[in-house]
Structure formats: C-alpha cells, structure tokens
C-alpha cells in the first residue's frame, strides 16, 4: 500500500457526459501528480500540482481540468467523454527521500466510457 | 526532451533464474533519477528500484540490481532468482534532477511484461 488513495476505482459512463476523480496524497506530500495510461499511449503525464498551484503541464486535453484543494486532495475533471479517454487514470505523490524525490503512485482510476 | 526507451516488449524467464530487462534513454541532462517500476496485475504502479545519476555505484534491492552505464545513457534491471510473483509489466522511468516547473515528472518507457515460468 503506498499511502495514495483514488476514487472510485472503477467508472464507467457515456460518452459527451464528465466526470471526477479524486486522490489523496500521502501524508505530508505536498506534490500531486496525474498521469493517463492508455493501451495505445503507454503512461501519459497529465498535470502536476504544488501546495494547491498547478505546477507543470503535460499531455493534458483541454477538455481535462484538475485542482488542488487546502487540504492537498486533488480532483482531476474529464467533460465531453470521447471512447477515447477511456484509460487508467493514475495519480502519485511525491516525497523527497533524503536526495530523491520519489513518486508513489496511487491504485488508479479505471474509466470505461462507452 | 527526454524519451526513454525499452526494446523488449515481452521476456520470460523460468523460475529460480536470472533476467535482464533493458532500458535506454536519451537526456542532455548531466543529473537525472532513473527509476524502474512493477505493474502487475492487478495494475498498482510499485516502486522497484532508483538510481541517482550522479551516483557510481549500481543500486540493489535484494534480488533486483540495476546496471547503470551513464555514458551508454543505459539502465537495466537484472532480477535474482525469479519468482512467480515478479510476473509483472516493469517500466523504466527518468526524471530530471533539476526542480524546475515541469521538469519533475516522470517519462516512462513503454514496458516489458515480463512472464516466469515454473
């Protein structure tokens, strides 16, 4: 168990419709990662974020939105579903280890949209 | 930009021996991590193994050990005894050293399902 924890686990929806995923980090890490692993993508970094600012851009669709709320959850948004964006969604942590920062990543979102 | 890049998409190994899985990647960066991740099944993302660039010395993690060959940009996983629960998908990943905005994410390669055989 590496302390991140995302919900739901498993989602499926239709397509055109939107919706939310969340993570909570580990305690004490301040830095929220998201990252989309889809079959023909291989692992994808969306966004990142820092004590509640968004820190670095990836991949990400401007159809996806995502934030950092005071307590350091993260939600990550996905509107317009396409059959596309279904994937696992992953969302890590990271913690500086004496030197490396290291990330740990959460169970992962699994979207289905059909 | 940095790509990372893993050439087997597929290797077995049979049960109680030894396996190599490659790992190449391509940075101008002169300090950078470099990471090996295990996804099994069950599709969790679990830390194997880190390597500090600027570190000589191969990391080790009981039966897994790297070899990091800096000038070749090449950092391979070698696992120990395999067993039936190494049966995984490993990902190799870099991530630069250097803390500014954007450049503290990970870059996967593409993976290596990697099967034991017992």
């Known amino acids: 168990d590496s302390g991140v924890t995302q919900t739901p686990k498993h989602l499926i929806t239709a397509t055109g419709q939107r919706v939310t995923l969340r993570c909570s980090p580990r305690s004490g890490d301040l830095s929220v990662y998201w990252y989309q692993q889809s079959l023909d993508q291989g692992l994808q970094f969306l966004i990142q974020y820092y004590n509640g600012e968004e820190r670095a851009k990836g991949n990400i669709l401007e159809r996806f939105s995502a934030q950092q709320f005071p307590d350091l959850h993260s939600e990550l948004n996905l509107s317009s579903l396409e059959l596309g964006d279904s994937a696992l969604y992953f969302c890590a942590s990271s913690v500086k280890d004496r030197v490396v920062e290291t990330q740990y990543f959460g169970p992962g979102t699994r979207l289905l949209v059909l | 930009a940095q790509t990372v890049t893993q050439s087997q998409p597929e290797m077995s190994v049979q049960e109680a021996e030894t396996v190599t899985l490659s790992c190449t990647y391509d940075t101008s960066e002169s300090d950078y991590y470099l990471f090996w991740y295990k996804q099994p099944p069950s599709r969790q993302m679990i830390l194997v193994i880190r390597?500090?660039?600027?570190?000589?010395q191969n990391a080790t993690e009981n039966r897994f050990s790297v070899n990091f060959q800096k000038a070749a940009k090449s950092f391979s996983l070698k696992i120990s005894d395999s067993q039936l629960g190494d049966a995984a998908m490993y990902f190799c990943a870099y991530r630069s050293a250097y803390e500014n905005f954007g450049n503290e994410k990970l870059t996967f390669g593409t993976g290596t399902r990697l099967t034991i055989i017992p």
């Open positions: 390597q500090e660039a600027y570190k000589q």
